[in-house]
T-cell receptor, first 116, second 114 residues
């Protein structure tokens, strides 16, 4: 069974440019998460989707970050415009169903963003 | 608020020796605890979780963790370390109410020397 797929794996852009990350969760997983991982830190949740609905986006900086999961499967996270402080690893995770609150989240390999 | 602490930034152990990576937690209600491992340039891989039941949880790659409610700890252990276990280990707690997000510790780098 394929795991969580993310692309690109690496991205280097100049500040003020837009950037987008793509995630395809494990087949059949209804819940999708985007996390931000700064160097030397644990991941921090940005947004959580239940199917196509964003049910927790309280940590998403909405002035420059946006996300969508239009058909309830794959998802895109966008930053526009990017700032130097956005340099980090962006992780996507999925789980079968978050309602039980005991399901395991499975992570993709992440996208390492460098903003110059 | 829920939180986890990993008091050691790095743990060094010789190959073949037992290893322990420490984690303590602070939650209101029942704790749902997880351990993940991260290898260089890779995402987090699930090792094991505690939801309820037996305090000793067995996971992947020979790892196990002991849940201790009185000490609010969930230490990761392995009887015999391998060089290939060298990686970054994260403890996490899942909120039992409100949201389902994982709250991660800052990570502990495990270095196993041959």
């Amino acid at each position: 069974e394929a795991g969580v797929v993310q692309s690109p794996r690496y991205k280097i852009i100049e500040k003020k440019q837009p950037v987008a990350f793509w995630c395809n969760p494990i087949s059949g997983h209804n819940t999708l998460y985007w996390y931000l991982q700064n160097l030397g830190q644990g991941p921090e949740l940005l947004i959580r989707y239940e199917n196509e609905e964003a049910v927790d986006d309280s940590q998403l900086p909405k002035d420059r970050f946006s996300a969508e999961r239009l058909k309830g499967v794959d998802s895109t996270l966008k930053i526009q415009p990017a700032e130097l402080g956005d340099s980090a690893v962006y992780l996507c995770a999925s789980s079968p169903d978050s309602i039980s609150r005991t399901d395991t989240q499975y992570f993709g390999p992440g996208t390492r963003l460098t903003v110059l | 608020a829920q939180s986890v602490a990993q008091p050691e930034d790095q743990v060094n152990v010789a190959e073949g020796n037992p290893l322990t990576v420490k984690c303590t937690y602070s939650v209101s209600g029942n704790p749902y605890l997880f351990w993940y491992v991260q290898y260089p340039n890779r995402g987090l891989q699930f090792l094991l979780k505690y939801i309820t039941g037996d305090n000793l949880v067995k996971g992947s790659y020979g790892f196990e963790a002991e849940f201790n409610k009185s000490q609010t700890s969930f230490h990761l252990k392995k009887p015999s370390a391998l060089v290939s276990d060298s990686a970054l280990y994260f403890c996490a707690v899942r909120e039992s109410y409100n949201t389902d997000k994982l709250i991660f510790g800052t990570g502990t780098r495990l270095q196993v020397f041959p």
